[in-house]
Every structure is written in C-alpha cells, then in structure tokens.
C-alpha cells in the first residue's frame, strides 16, 4: 500500500486550467482517470487526511504510484480526452458500464452495393444504419417480415447473392415478391438503394407520408378500376400499419428523445435507457456497474452518456436527452453532445406531462433491474469466493488464487500442434487475455514437451516484460539454464513484441500489421496492459503428473518459484501437484472443483478451436499459395477462367497467359508449381464407388 504523500505533487506544479489527470500504479498501469475544471482544486482533494477520504477514493489513491495531468483549452476537451483515456486504458477504478445482455439491432448495410437489411449484435460498424436496440430478435424478424411487402430490399447473405447472381435464378423471396432480387438484374443498383433509403426514413420515424401515398395510390387504382393492384396497395398499408403497432406510442408525433433512469445503493448502479424515435419506443437497454470510485447521480448519468453517444453520430444522437440528475457541467456535456449530433441537443430533466410520467417507467425499469442483479450476483460471489477459497485449501495456497491460467495441448495425430492459454479473475474469464501458441520448437506428438514449452514461452516473456520496466533491481539467480534471448527469434528479440511462433491474440497489434513498425520500442508508460506483464498465483494444466511435472520444471528454469501449479486429468477429475505421489481428489459436489472444470474445458474449446482453424486452412491450400506475386484477385481469375483447379493443372504456360493479367513469366511460375506439386489422389464415394470430381473453387464435391 503506497502512502499518496511519496507522490504528491509539489506545490504550484499543478496548473489551476482544464484538464484530464491519470492515477498509475506501481506497474504504471492506468488505474483512474478523471477531469476537472480546475486540476490544482481537484487534484488537491486526493492528498487530504485518508482518514477524510471516501473508502473507495482512499483504496484508489494508496493503490496508486504517481499522478500525471494533460492540460486543455476547454472542458468540452476534457470530456472528450476523458473518454477517449477511459476507453483505451481500462482504468479498474472507474465506473465501467456492463451490457446486462448482447442487445440485437435491425441493421441495413449501406456500406454494400446493394444494402442488406438484418439483424446485428456486437459493436456498431461504419456505414450500417442501426435500428433499435430490440428485446428479441424475432422481434425484429416479424417487423422486417411485414415492411418486406413495402420495401423489399435485399436480405440474403452474400453467399446466397453470389450464387443466385452466378446461377441467375433469385431465391424464395425473390419469386414471392418480398424482394426485388438485384441479383439477377430485376432492378439497377441505384433503384435498390433508394428501397433500401426508404425502408430507413419509415424506421426513423417518418411514417405517415408512405402510409399516405400508398392509401392514395390505392385509391386512384380503384378509380381506374385496377381493383387487384388497389388490394395489393391496401394489404401494404395495412402492413405498414401492423408494423407501427408493434411500437407504443408514448409521445407526441416526430419527438425524438433518449430517457435515461439510473437505480442506485451504496455499491452498485444500474441505468435504463428507453430510445424514442417518431413518438414511439423503438428500443431499450440497461447497464449495471460496481461503484468502484465515489460518485453521485450525476457523475452516473455522465458516465452513461459517455458510454452511449461516445461512438455515435449524426441522427444516432437524439434532438432531446432526458436525464434524472444533471452532470456537473451541463453545458460542456450539451456541446459536446451537439458535437456528435452535428445540431442542436437539449439535455434536461423533464419536469411535467408525458415525457415525465415515462420517465417513472423507465425508473421503475431501472429500480427492476437493479434488484434483478442483486439476485443474481449475491448467488455468484458467493459461489465464486468459495470456489476459490476450496481450491486454496486443498492445494495448499496462502491465499485464494484470484488469477488462475490454464494451458491445454491440441493436434491431430500430430499435425497442426497448438496450445491454448485461457485466464480467469475472481473466477470470471477474462477474454481479452486469452493467447494461442504454435508449437515450433519441434515437430510429431508430445503433449509433455509441448507443455514445457508452452510454460516456458509464456513466464519467459513475464520476466522479459518485467525486467524491461525496471520492476526489479537485479535479476533473479535461476535454478536451472535459461536460454539466451537471442534464442527466442532470428536476429534478437523486440522488446515487448512476440517472437516467431509466439501465441497470437485475437486482435492484432497495429504495429504487427506493418513489418517497418514491428522492431519499434514501445513506450515504457503508455499505462495499457500488456501481453504477459502480469503473473498469475495459479497455473493450471490439462493433464496428469508428467504434463504438471513439465509445466513445473519450465518455471524452476527460469528461477520463477511463487506460482502455484497444479494439474486436472480428464480421467478421474483428480488434481495432481508437482512432486506429489498421489492426487488431490476434490469431492464430487465441490464448488472448487466445477470451477476448474470449466477453467480446463474453457482451455480445451479454445485450444480445439485454434487448431481446427489451421487444419482447415491447411487443406484449403492450393500450389497457387507458392506462387510469388500471385495474389488473391489473379487466384481467383485463373479459376473463374478454367473453372476449377484441375483444368488449371492441365493447361498449358499459352494457355494461362490467356487469363488477363497473367504474363509469361507468371504463367511459368503457376505451371511450375503445379509440376512440383504431386497430384492429390481422387476422393471416392464409399457408398457408391463414384469418383468426387473438384468444383469450380478447387474443392470436391
């Protein structure tokens, strides 16, 4: 526990001018961050007795190793950097709204060339108009379904487009009419588009001038006696109508306003929001956080706001925002809501008539919620803690294992070997410190070597990373050879970066995306968390003894001897220990042991998951991946051109330099690879003997 006087700043160093400051700890991660009108009175507050300090404010601050400030121009720049700080760095002492569940939109790519209407989950992506959010997604399968009859835009996959445009016969919905099947040409590219423009506007809101014009066609094609096309006009609107239905009208025509209600007890918050578009509710969320720094209602709901307009733009911010409780500095929030809008934003607390009695709903939402996540989360702590306090006694721990990694082996026969390191905190997954290994350090079947390797890949990198930061003074004498660093990667490592055959991660580094960036030094206090920075108190592996027995001696190497490890075999679910001759048999109804259980499933799915993606991408490889300066495109103009592999394998160098864009020397180099390669055997039908000729895309069928 650090005491905030060793880092206080000096007095008069602070500025007394806008600013956004950050709380590091003694790693130099980012722990807190905050804005203030006025940093010298804000950050002052921070070095007063503890003793007058909120409990979490006190945790934060005797947590924390040093204190940096970045001065702006104006509070709506604090706003901004705030955000921004918040999002990229994950402070854990901040108010960190969670999705009580994945919410599904109605989305409509107008990103494509011809858009596509569908439902979407996850993050929002540029240029796709989002609708919602909806409770469920067959909500939003029955509206598409009834405005289908109005608009019938585009809804198939692009592999179903792709075939009916090859084949030139649409799908189902195209020959019943609920789609205008631009993928045979029914109409141009310029007509689908303004469907799909029209499908959004009656979405939005604007409703009542499509159901006017189709009530008015309908009626002039009765007067010319057109009486089934004036039945098919009638059974639109009346579509249309059944479609409004399915949203409450709950305020004045064209209003279009976000109400946000927030539930609160000492510990825990959880906020509602009711999205109101044309005078209708077109969809609703809530967010539940821990109370993890000392803040009010209002810090709350500008927390929210944050969270929920920081992405967003344009018509995605509403004309009015009513809120329970007024951020400290409404104004600058108002701007910088404008900001995002590109207009106008009313921020306010509604006062009297329908926008406040629907704000009691939301409330009373809010207030449910809540109450429904207490439930849920005393039963889950509860659960959790004794799971982990079961899993300290029997194995013998001084503390409970709050960070638990577990490695598991996957091949097939041998091939394609891949571990997988999966990692739990407070007995929760932690995803985004989950990592992939290829095994490179030799070739066949050995799950113990693989594991030793595996263990000593990823606590060499640890001690790397720490050594790097200067979290030591002198290195640590090790039990056993450590091996060069210039073993880990032809030509010496790159501090901070992955070596060949590292475990790769599912998102990719942006300085791993270009190799003139891979060999650059990496900030010593950038504050993000990194790659394997952070030693766990428990690792378990998925095996017996000789699979602990390895994972041992690769941290005894590195002269690593405070991290616990241990092993669960599949066969009898026992826990075995390095050295021990018997295993720990954890009983049958014991919370500890469920809890390793899914630890070590969780390490299998995503190891099998990993090595299955490079078994398939293995054998979808062609000789034409060999060929240098042959890229996707002019692959896939060869094949399109000789329709299949095999009559590329039989053509002559003339005959491919025919394709467009192929020249001589790159035809040479395709019938080249083609020789070298050794022709695959046929793939026979068991059931009928028939011999499976290959497709157009090179595959049998």
Known sequence: MADPSSYRPKPGQIPDSPGVYKFRDEHRRVIYVGKAKNLRQRLANYFQDLAGLHPRTRTMVTTAASVEWTVVSTEVEALQLEYSWIKEFDP???VKYRDDKSYPYLAVTLNEEFPRVQVMRGAKKKG??????????WAIRETVDLMLRVFPVRTCSAGVF???????RPCLLGYIGKCSAPCVGRVTPEEHRDLAEDFCDFMAGRT?????RLEKDMMQAA?????????RLRDDAGALKRAMEKSAVVLADATDADLIAVAEDELEAAVQIFHVRGGRVRGQRGWVTDKVEAVNTAGLVEHAL???YGEESGDSVPKEVLVPALPEDPDAVSEWLAGRRGSQVSLRIPQRGDKKDLMGTVQRNAQQALGLHKTKRASDLTTRSRALEEIAEALGLGTAPLRVECFDISHLQGDDVVASMVVFEDGLARKSEYRRFQIKGFEGQDDVRSMHEVIGRRFRRYLQEKERTGEWEETPAPTGPVPAPAELAPGGPVPGQPAPGEPVSGAVAPEAQDPALVREEPREDDGRPKRFAYPPQLVVVDGGRPQVAAAKRALDELGIDDIAVCGLAKRLEEVWLPDDDDPVVLPRS???????QRIRDEAHRFAITYQRAKRAKRIRSSPLDDVPGLGETRKQALIKHFGSVKKLRQATIDEICGVPGIGRRTAESVA???AAAAPAAPAVNTATGEIIEEDDGGSRT
């Open 162 to 168: 792709k075939n009916a445009e090859r084949t030139g």
């Open 92 to 94: 854990r002492f901040n």
């Open 223 to 231: 007067e010319e006696m057109e009486y089934e096309r004036a039945a």
């Open 672 to 674: 080249a690879a083609f």
């Open 128 to 137: 796709v108009r989002y609708f919602g959010p909806y409770g469920h997604a």
């Open 208 to 212: 009542g001038t499509y159901i006017r």
């Open 590 to 596: 014991s919370e500890g042991l469920y809890l390793l």
């Open 306 to 308: 944050q969270q929920l």
